[in-house]
């Protein structure tokens, strides 16, 4: 069996600007994958981190919501979807989820509350805000003059 190569599951699409775009037919995301689309917040996360920071919800809603987006069985077991709870891919779901998210919700609370967060949802919750830090004052802050670059690189931060 050969081994997956970086692009499985996409596809290369003539353009006529000759670029090349890939459209996903069907991504399955196991702990490691990193999410690499949507908002900011999250576009830098790995599934695993989301589950430490206690923002299963944020890929439950991607499961029913995104039709061409998967994940493993343990990651399904981990976000709270049971198997009588799950749908066919590709496709979504919106009536599923909102039928099953209360049960979803109480079902994330009592893992939650078993198991708890620990130090390393606190490392993660942690390196998530430093990445935001970055990114808010490399936003606000897009033309800046000689002199403010030279205070940032000696360690000024104003």
Known sequence: MEPPTPNAGLV????PHNNIRMITIL??????SIIGFGRSDIRILAVQE???LSRQYELVRMYYGLGKI???EEVLNDIGIKPEWRIKKPGKDHEALSKYRLLIIDTL???DEAGGLGRMGLKL???QKQQNRLNVRGRNNIRECKNMMQRRNHGHLK
């Open 125 to 127: 919750a942690n390196k």
């Open 50 to 52: 989301l589950i430490h």
């Open 70 to 72: 998967s994940f493993t």
């Open 27 to 32: 991504r399955t995301l196991t702990h490691k």
């Open 12 to 15: 290369k699409l003539p353009d």
């Open 109 to 111: 609370r009592a893992k």
